[in-house]
């Protein structure tokens, strides 16, 4: 693919020394392929089985399929998921649960950037150029050079400007939307709940709020790839990037994402028709689904706390018409059949959709 040669020898790219400061702040230690941790307090989706796989304190034993994971473990699961890897860029996919960041002894894909070069012999320290957030699955950018790094930024946002959608992702959803296909359009914000700060929607933000950037217009178009038993399968193309974007504006359609335990709560329901509750009246708790909806997913009430966010980060736009795309995991697929819904997704190369009218320059 052209865009990877060029990244990788027409930018210029120099090999630099990946041993130095990420790998001591996040407290990768020795040589090889070794890599040790403080106690992890990260929940790492990964199999099937068991939806959830808590990821364990580095001096744990081993542990079958489906039970908690190491930073070891950890390692091979983003090795074995990588979908490309050319010139100066990389990209995997990787399981909800997994931090780009993480707090301090927290385990997280940063933290296990250095290991994953030297496993996969890579020459340059790499670097995050996009990536879904910590409860969402789907694909992870990476780059081994700095220049590439921020030209491939810098055509993100340009492209949003432009009215261009360059990231799809997709969402099991408990509900179905009323339209087929549409456009979510509001303002977010930050607000204090309590010892939490929330984002929180603005349904008709005032100009000076905007213009003080104390609210972001935002904007994502969806589309229904199918439904049943109450059930959706969403393709997501967020026009503006705000922190957790999709999960609000899904609320805003009356149909969170299953397994969204932060902000299923606000909506609502009596004798079956849902409605939206104000934040401040909806505190965050475990997602609440009925019988049925837990006996087709195979589920007890008391396992639904751990039933993982099922939201994709699918596909990404690159330079000269590229475009990289990262299979469903293993847990996504399991509630697709399980519910009934299409496993296949729009196929990679569809065209891309025109640009959506433009919004607030604030």
Not at 169 to 198: F, H, M, N, S
Request: hydrophobic letters at 40%.
């Amino acid at each position: 693919m052209g865009w990877a040669w060029e990244c990788g020898h027409v930018w210029g790219c120099t090999r630099v020394n990946a041993e130095g400061l990420m790998g001591a702040r996040a407290g990768v230690q020795g040589g090889g392929r070794g890599v040790r941790f403080g106690d992890t307090r990260v929940r790492l989706w990964e199999h099937a089985e068991a939806w959830v796989s808590p990821v364990r304190p580095a001096h744990s034993t081993p542990r079958r399929s489906g039970r908690p994971l190491g930073p070891e473990e950890a390692l091979g699961l983003l090795e074995a998921s990588v979908v490309h890897r050319e010139g100066a860029l990389l990209a995997l996919s990787k399981p909800p649960g997994l931090p780009v960041l993480g707090h301090p002894g927290e385990l997280s894909l940063s933290a296990l950037l250095p290991a994953l070069r030297r496993r996969l012999d890579l020459p340059a320290e790499l670097h995050v150029v996009k990536a879904p957030a910590r409860e969402c699955s789907g694909l992870v950018l990476l780059s081994g050079c700095h220049r590439a790094t921020e030209q491939l930024q810098r055509f993100f946002t340009t492209a949003r400007r432009r009215g261009q959608f360059p990231a799809t992702y997709c969402a099991v959803t408990v509900g179905v939307p009323a339209e087929a296909e549409g456009e979510i359009r509001t303002g977010l914000r930050w607000q204090q709940q309590g010892d939490t700060a929330a984002v929180v929607p603005v349904l008709s933000p005032g100009r000076y709020s905007l213009a003080r950037k104390e609210v972001k217009s935002t904007l994502t178009r969806y589309r229904v790839l199918g439904a049943a038993g109450g059930c959706a399968l969403l393709q997501l193309q967020p026009r503006t990037a705000f922190p957790e974007q999709l999960p609000v504006h899904l609320t805003l359609l009356l149909c969170p994402a299953l397994g969204d335990h932060e902000h299923s709560s606000r909506v609502g329901r009596v004798l079956g028709v849902p409605f939206l509750l104000p934040p401040e009246a909806a505190p965050t708790h475990t997602q609440v689904l009925d019988e049925e909806l837990l006996s087709r997913l195979g589920l007890s009430p008391q396992q639904l706390r751990r039933l993982p966010l099922h939201l994709h980060l699918q596909q990404l736009m690159l330079p000269q018409g590229g475009l990289l795309s990262a299979p469903l995991p293993p847990h996504f697929l399991r509630t697709l059949r399980l519910l009934g819904l299409p496993e296949h997704l729009v196929p990679v190369g569809t065209p891309a959709p025109q640009p959506a009218p433009p919004l607030s320059p604030h």
